[in-house]
């Protein structure tokens, strides 16, 4: 023992207190070397114009420095994300917190979720037209009214785009296709109209006299167009089919009533042969007493008391027009 202390502490003990010193000197908060060596290196830096780690310095939106006649195209020349440096419009959009206002633009995800029209605005239109002009031909002189293009084109087909945020640009919607024509625009005769206004049922309008026929069934917007199309066609073509059984149709299969050769017809004609043989007035032509005034008068208010129903201006008409005919 007392040799051991003599010749001092063992390799052991000197390896421990070389790293209990390198720990504190690793946590110390004085710098490893000295204080003016320091000094310099901060000096040097400063002297160079470097910035210290991790500090940026960020650029002034594009919006405080654009003009006021800028040529907003030139920002946004085709369909884009919403830019918020880049929109000098004091935009808000989200949920308000706490019964505040909306978030502003800066940082705003839901004005970067939703498509815009920004680069569709009308100086934007304009150069676009300017630009397709010399692919276009000059609108036909002769239409230069709408009573002209309905003439020559009756059949007006409607679709509508629709712009919607979601998984997917194409709405399902969109494929609709809605056609229209007037009846009056199409070849028909008389029994080819009724028979196709009898096929298309509530698609005809009466007061506008225009067939719509509005097809969804095919997954495309073209399929939906040429399935209305064989419809119209089909219709037109079966409207001027007569079958064997409209040959036996009475008077009350009829779709509206008929005055001539009517029961009301033959009725009015022989109660004015009987009275004007008691006024002892005799060979009196069928058709002179069809053309008088008091008939076409009798005609008119019972073909709408017929068809029209029984209203209360259809009723009094009626009322004058029989005490006329038998001159009460």
Known sequence: MA???????????????CCRAAGLAAYSSVPAGSTGEGQQREA????????PQFVRLHAPPRTERM????????VYPTAAAFKAASVPLPIRMGYPVKRGVPPPKEGNLE???IPNFLHLTPPAIKKHCAALKDFCTEW????????????HFPVEIETVDYVSAGTSIRNPKA??????VKLSNLNLDDHAKKKLIKLVG???????DILTITTDRCPLRRQNYDYGIHLLTVLYHESWKTEMWESEKTEEDMEEYIWENSCSQKNALDTLVRIKATENVSNVAKEELLASEVVKNYRNSVTALKNEGETESNMSQYK???KKLLNI
């Open 44 to 51: 040097s830096i400063r002297r160079r114009g470097r910035t």
């Open 175 to 180: 494929r609709v296709v809605t056609l229209r």
């Open 3 to 17: 040799a051991a202390a003599l010749v001092g502490p063992g390799p052991r003990a000197v390896l421990a207190r």
């Open 202 to 208: 509530e698609r005809y309008c009466k007061d506008t």
């Open 320 to 322: 004058e027009s029989v």
């Open 111 to 113: 004005l970067i979720k």
């Open 140 to 151: 036909p002189s002769a239409l230069n009214s709408d009573e002209k293009c309905e003439q």
């Open 67 to 74: 003009a006021v006649n800028q040529d907003w195209s030139s």
